[in-house]
C-alpha cells in the first residue's frame, strides 16, 4: 500500500519561508504524478503545485513566483519550498501521487494522500 506522509508545516509572519517536505513508502512508481494541495478552513480544496516525472512543474496562480517544487526520486522524496508566504496561504497541506502520468491528468484527482501538514501565517 502506497503511504505518504508530510513534515515541515508551522507558523510563520508575513513574508517567511517554510519548507513542506513529503515522503512516500510502498510500491511508488517514478512514474507516478506528485502533487500538493491544501484547504483552509470554509474553504474548498486547490491544487498548490504538481510535479512530473521528466520534473515539469505546474503551479497555481495564487503562489506562481513563491512556491518552488522538487523531487528526489532516490528518496521517494518531494519538496515544497515556500517563500514570501502571505496569511492568504494558511491552510492545511496535502501530498498526493497517482499512477496517471501528470500529463494524462494525474494531479486532478489524486488516488493517494497523505494526512498533512498544517501551515498558518500570521500577519
Known amino acids: 500500500q502506497v503511504r505518504l506522509v508530510e513534515s515541515g508545516g508551522g507558523s510563520v509572519q508575513s513574508g517567511g519561508s517554510l519548507r513542506l517536505s513529503c515522503t512516500g513508502s510502498g510500491p511508488i512508481s517514478s512514474e507516478y504524478c506528485m502533487s500538493w494541495f491544501r484547504q483552509a478552513p470554509g474553504k474548498e480544496r486547490e491544487g498548490v503545485a504538481a510535479?512530473?516525472?521528466?520534473?515539469?512543474?505546474d503551479y497555481a496562480d495564487s503562489v506562481k513566483g513563491r512556491f518552488t517544487l522538487s523531487r528526489d526520486f532516490a528518496k521517494n522524496t518531494m519538496y515544497l519550498e515556500m517563500d514570501n508566504l502571505k496569511p492568504a496561504d494558511t491552510a492545511m497541506y496535502y501530498c498526493?501521487?497517482?499512477?496517471?502520468?501528470?500529463?494524462?491528468?494525474?494531479?486532478?484527482?489524486?488516488?493517494?494522500w497523505g494526512p498533512g501538514t498544517q501551515v498558518t501565517v500570521s500577519s
Open positions: 510535479i512530473a516525472t521528466d520534473g515539469r512543474t
Open positions: 498526493t501521487a497517482d499512477p496517471i502520468p501528470c500529463s494524462s491528468g494525474g494531479y486532478v484527482n489524486p488516488k493517494y
